[in-house]
């Protein structure tokens, strides 16, 4: 089945630096990939849809600055959070779809995680 | 509009069937129901999937109303690893938007 790999699976940064969070295809091409982050015991929130060899399109409200998405090629896309502050301490997750719909290997596939903690 | 409503939270005994219901009344004709789980400290998992029939694979059944607005994910022998978030998503092919899903406990 398709997998989606994330690393890393989590890092401690300072205050005022980046972090880059790699999210990659492992045996599929996926043209459109999303990064989500997720609070403790809250849902999932779409950030942003990062699509290959054109600019990611940010939900309302998620600053793209901050948030720089690079899908560079068609296995890898990237999330980096610049200046990072403990406010953005989080869980990153991003994700690829697979498959044409109503296929058997259609769904959407999401990475393990990165569970980011800024001090 | 892609949300769905779920129950907050559903208990079910160890080795019995669990239904988790979800009522989707906005859905399009050719948005899917999907559903995913959530283990702690894990990225969602995909469950099962459909368009308008029911659909079983090797980890649940999908069972979908006549008129698409609410369909039953079912797990017919819950074990303590299917204890997890269930989030019901409709979508066309596009953004997936996660609703707050329902935290299934499962009771030895």
């Known amino acids: 089945g398709a997998v989606v790999s994330q690393h890393p699976s989590w890092v401690i940064c300072k205050s005022g630096t980046s972090v880059k969070i790699e999210c990659r295809s492992l045996d599929f091409q996926a043209t459109t990939m999303f990064w989500y982050r997720q609070f403790p015991k809250q849902s999932l929130m779409l950030m942003a849809t990062s699509n290959e060899g054109s600019k990611a399109t940010y939900e309302q409200g998620v600053e793209k600055d901050k948030f720089l998405i690079n899908h560079a090629s068609l296995t890898l896309s990237t999330l980096t959070v610049t200046s990072a502050h403990p406010e953005d301490s989080s869980f990153y997750i991003c994700?690829?779809?697979?498959?044409?719909?109503?296929?058997?290997?259609?769904?959407?596939?999401f990475g393990s995680g990165t569970r980011l903690t800024v001090v | 509009d892609a949300k769905t409503t779920q129950p907050n939270s559903m208990e079910s005994n160890e080795e019995e069937p669990v239904h988790l219901p979800c009522n989707h009344s906005t859905i399009s004709g050719t948005d899917y129901i999907h559903w995913y789980r959530q283990l702690p400290s894990q990225g969602p998992e995909y469950v099962i999937h459909?368009?308008?029939s029911n659909v079983n694979n090797r980890m649940a059944s999908l069972a979908i109303a006549e008129d698409r607005k609410s369909s039953t994910l079912i797990l017919h022998r819950a074990t303590l690893r299917d204890a997890a978030v269930y989030y019901c998503?409709?979508?066309?092919?596009?953004?997936?938007?996660f609703g707050k899903g329902t935290r299934l406990h499962i009771l030895p």
């Open positions: 994700s690829a779809r697979a498959g044409i719909p109503g296929s058997s290997n259609y769904g959407y596939t």
């Open positions: 998503i409709k979508n066309r092919d596009d953004k997936i938007i």
């Open positions: 459909g368009l308008t």
